[in-house]
């Protein structure tokens, strides 16, 4: 009933949410576990359970390592979430927040064959959520955190880099890889340098933020990293600058490597000149006029949801090259899809304990050459591009 309706040329949002309402009550949840064996018979029963399962039992208890061998973690994923940050949704908790990540965990089967669960957590303490991840970590091959706020996701994150898997915060890092590939492709297009451009950041959440941390501060691991010596990061107040008092410490340490010009204004200070425009924030802040004050035939990525910065036409109209959204109906999809299916099936091959800077810009060029044909409304592949997930864990799995 549902597989021809998938694709809409433009969002009735109220018949989208009508229609997706109802496959969810006629489904009761759109993931399930399966036996990869059969249990027909008695010897199936000893050999799938007791007493045959003791001799697994007991190999990893000599050997922990054969737990890859012998259970489902080679191939397993936790997408965990405390419900803070959902979609565009806010604090709506752990139970609302499980749809998100049951549709993640089709996300991932269907793109990288790799088993995903969804743990949704009543707590939203920091200390809590590390120690629930580090005690669950023995039978999941990796973790996508998914949907915590801001700026608490950046600690959880960068403390469970030890478990001895992956862990990798999807919110920050998603976005940013497939930025990183329409920036590359769109260098491509114009004949501009990395190093050359210059790029405005709008919203300083978890994208936005690790978007300015990938370009602009160098990482000795990775060679394959391209810088953007000129940066500005903006957010609800305006230009973040060194003046400004009310600046958290994630924000603070962003200076370091961004607006090396204290520049100070707002969002359309900003603008003018840029290259890029890379919209992680609100409906609507953008007018084609604000276009025409940026640099000749720059790209414009309004990735607010469901409703971008700005509509696609109005940014055409104002000289815009290159325009991507985070909407199906649009060319140019930025969608997490292109990046953390690969990536984890690459982490997860190749037995990484941690998704290093190096692993995400392989990615990101893995998904760049995906576009055999780059032109202004083909930047990105489409999200269904079934050979991009191939090509990530490729390059992945390549540098573990």
């Known amino acids: 009933m549902f597989a021809n309706q998938l694709y809409l040329n433009r969002f009735d949002m109220a018949d989208l949410f009508s229609r997706s309402l109802e496959m969810h009550y006629e489904v009761g949840g759109k993931i399930s576990v399966e036996n990869k064996l059969p249990l027909t018979t008695s010897d199936h029963l000893s050999l799938a359970y007791s007493p045959g399962v003791a001799a697994p039992c007991l190999e990893i208890a000599k050997d922990p390592s054969k737990v890859y061998d012998l259970t489902i973690k080679r191939n397993t994923v936790a997408i965990f979430s405390d419900g803070s940050a ?21 996300l991932f089967k269907r793109f990288a064959g ?32 998914e949907d915590i706020s801001s700026p608490r996701c950046f600690e959880i994150e960068e403390r469970l880099q030890d478990i001895g898997i992956p862990v990798f915060h999807d919110d920050q890092h998603g976005t940013a890889i497939v930025v990183l590939a329409a920036m590359m492709n769109f260098c491509k297009l114009t004949g501009k340098k990395f190093e050359d451009l210059r790029l405005v950041i709008n919203g300083a959440g978890a994208a936005g933020i690790t978007i300015a941390k990938y370009l602009s501060k160098k990482d000795a691991n990775t060679p394959n990293q ?36 204290d520049m100070v204004g707002d969002l359309f200070d900003a603008l003018y000149g840029a290259d890029i425009f890379i919209g992680v924030s609100k409906a609507d802040l953008l007018k084609t006029e604000d276009i025409k004050t940026m640099a000749k035939d720059p790209m414009i990525l309004a990735l607010a949801n469901p409703t971008p910065e700005i509509m696609p036409e109005e940014a055409y109209k104002g000289g815009a090259l290159v325009v ?7 060319p140019n999809q930025v969608n997490n899809v292109l990046a953390f299916p690969g990536i984890f099936l690459g982490a997860m091959q190749g037995k990484a304990s941690r998704i290093t800077l190096a692993m995400k810009f392989a990615a990101a060029e893995a998904i760049a050459s995906c576009v055999k044909d780059v032109r202004y409304d083909q930047i990105i592949p489409h999200a269904l591009d079934e050979s991009v997930a191939i090509a990530v864990a490729k390059a992945v799995k390549n540098l573990c």
């Open 226 to 261: 391209k810088l953007v010596k000129d940066i500005i990061m903006t957010d609800t107040k305006g230009i973040i600058h060194e003046a400004r008092k009310d600046l958290n410490p994630v924000k603070l340490k962003l200076l370091e490597h961004t607006n090396h010009y």
């Open 114 to 145: 790799i088993n995903a669960f969804p743990i949704c957590v009543e707590t939203q303490d920091t200390e809590e959520i590390i120690n629930i991840v580090k005690n669950i970590s023995p039978v999941f091959g990796g973790i996508n955190l």
């Open 86 to 106: 959902v979609l565009g949704l806010g604090n709506i908790g752990a139970k609302a927040a499980i749809p998100v990540m049951e549709g993640k965990a089709m």
């Open 324 to 330: 991507g959204t985070g909407r199906s109906d649009f």
